[in-house]
């Protein structure tokens, strides 16, 4: 035993971002104070007063963050994008990722700013689209082909609905569904087509009631967290719709998108509770138990909770783990949707709350075996260099892409999980930090909810788009 306490800290002093498997039974007396809505009330308490905080700077005044006034690319120079030479405010710092453009909120016809999610829609014809959510609505906008974003028009919110900052878009076939934290908002399902015949001299405000093709609302007060997409089994899922203490608990409440004009309730399941996040999709993959059924990871707060959802109102909780330094478990994402062995994992309280391996307040991105879906283990994790809070991330062809608040898009190589799950081989292979207002800080970074929410990264000609809580949305690229 001593031996392998021994060898234990020998392999930590050498590989300092990895970590042994440290996956952990829920605690039940935690679990008991999760599930009141107590940390999730935390936790947005500590977001409304940063925000509240950069109102009263004038920080979220989007109308001061000038629109990029020029066509031509910024490249990544010896770790700068210098969008506006000489003006630090304009000067990005980057490796391996070139700036393209920036549209302010306010250009994108916000009156209130507050980026929040994003998504994007590929036309027939290989037209790339964005969607930014803002706290009055959506954005629509068209990436170019040299990588300039083009205004087209808005969605407003929900005509009953206050403004919420919380706005989550998620795409279906040509349709984006677009759900709210604000009471009477419901879930919005628009055609994105109808942006092929938009004239760009002319952006289109369309009607919150008229120019949906669908809207749903079987929610407890028409507010939910989250919106999540199943595609190939033809639905949605709204997540953390509270209150809690509603039939289905604020869990995975089922849609049927099949007919995206009459979307149906399909079921829900409440067995664990408070859902913030989840992905949804067709297990394939080494636990031939659940090959083809219809599986739900779920990021409920504080454990990662495996669903078998195949009968959607008779669904079944496969497992609920939870890990050391757990303190809100926020989202993930599998590394290969086509065969589900890894998910990467990431936490939005463990840096502010100074708990576990993000003790120090760098980023930890937590990553699991899940070859066995009734026995999970969380086998090692990457700790960023960049100070700050991990947010949002996808993975794609091996590369996590990663929204790290104040400290901007991050992208992690991940493919050598399947050869070594600690994590020993991940690497950092690019950034752009979109918030220089905190790189002259102590460690260069601050543990704040400030600068990016989201990311598209899933265009084929590899744009990204970055949105941002007060500026607006930035295209970026990784460097060829």
Request: proline share 5%; hydrophobic share 35%; net charge negative.
């Amino acid at each position: 035993m001593k031996s392998l306490h021994i060898a234990s800290l020998v392999l930590s002093a050498i590989l300092p971002h990895v970590s042994l498997a440290r996956e952990l039974a829920p605690d039940a007396a935690l679990a008991r104070v999760y599930a009141s809505g107590e940390v999730h009330q935390e936790l947005m308490d500590k977001k409304i007063a940063s925000w509240e905080k950069q109102k009263l700077s004038g920080a979220l005044d989007s109308t001061q963050y000038k629109s990029k006034p020029t066509s031509a690319a910024v490249r990544c120079k010896n770790g700068t994008a210098q969008v506006i030479p000489g003006d630090p405010l304009n000067t990005f710092r980057c490796n391996n990722v070139d700036f393209y453009d920036f549209v302010s909120h306010a250009d994108l016809g916000s009156q209130t700013g507050r980026g929040a999610s994003s998504w994007g829609w590929t036309s027939p014809n290989g037209r790339e689209f964005v969607v930014i959510a803002q706290a009055d609505g959506a954005a629509f906008a068209e990436i170019t082909s040299k990588g300039q974003l083009v205004y087209l028009g808005r969605l407003p919110q929900s005509p009953e609905a206050e403004p919420s900052i919380w706005r989550e878009i998620r795409g279906y076939k040509n349709f984006i569904v677009i759900g709210s934290e604000a009471v009477k908002h419901g879930v919005q399902i628009f055609d994105m087509s109808k942006l092929l015949k938009v004239n760009v001299q002319s952006p289109v405000v369309f009607s919150a009631v008229n120019d949906l093709t669908g809207f749903w609302n079987d929610l407890p007060v028409g507010r939910t967290h989250n919106v999540v997409i199943n595609e190939e089994k033809q639905y949605a899922v709204a997540v953390g719709a509270q209150p809690r203490n509603s039939s289905c608990a604020s869990g995975l409440i089922f849609i049927d998108l099949k007919d995206p004009k009459n979307p149906k309730t399909l079921g829900c399941a409440a067995g664990d509770g408070y859902v913030h996040d989840a992905q949804c999709l067709v297990y394939r993959g080494p636990d031939f138990k659940y090959f083809g059924r219809d599986i739900c990871y779920g990021y409920n707060e504080d454990t990662l909770t495996i669903y078998d959802v195949t009968d959607k109102n008779a669904t079944n909780i496969i497992s609920r783990t939870s890990y050391e330094g757990a303190s809100y478990t926020h989202q993930g994402w599998v590394t290969n949707t086509f065969w589900q062995e890894f998910l990467v994992l990431d936490d939005e309280l463990d840096e502010v709350r100074a708990a576990g391996p993000a003790a120090a307040g760098y980023p930890v991105t937590y990553f699991w075996d899940i070859r066995s879906l009734e026995a999970p283990k969380q086998t090692g994790l990457f700790k960023s260099p960049a100070y700050g809070i991990d947010h949002n991330q996808f993975v794609i062809d091996g590369f996590a892409y990663q929204s790290h608040y104040g400290a901007g898009l991050r992208i992690l190589d991940v493919s050598s999980l399947s050869r070594d799950p600690t994590g020993g081989k991940v690497k950092e292979v690019g950034f752009f930090d979109i918030y220089p207002e905190n790189d002259a800080l102590p460690n260069g970074g601050s543990v704040e909810f400030v600068g990016t929410w989201s990311h598209y990264p899933f265009f084929k000609s590899g744009f990204i788009l970055i949105n941002t809580i007060e500026r607006g949305a930035f295209v970026v690229k990784r460097t060829r």
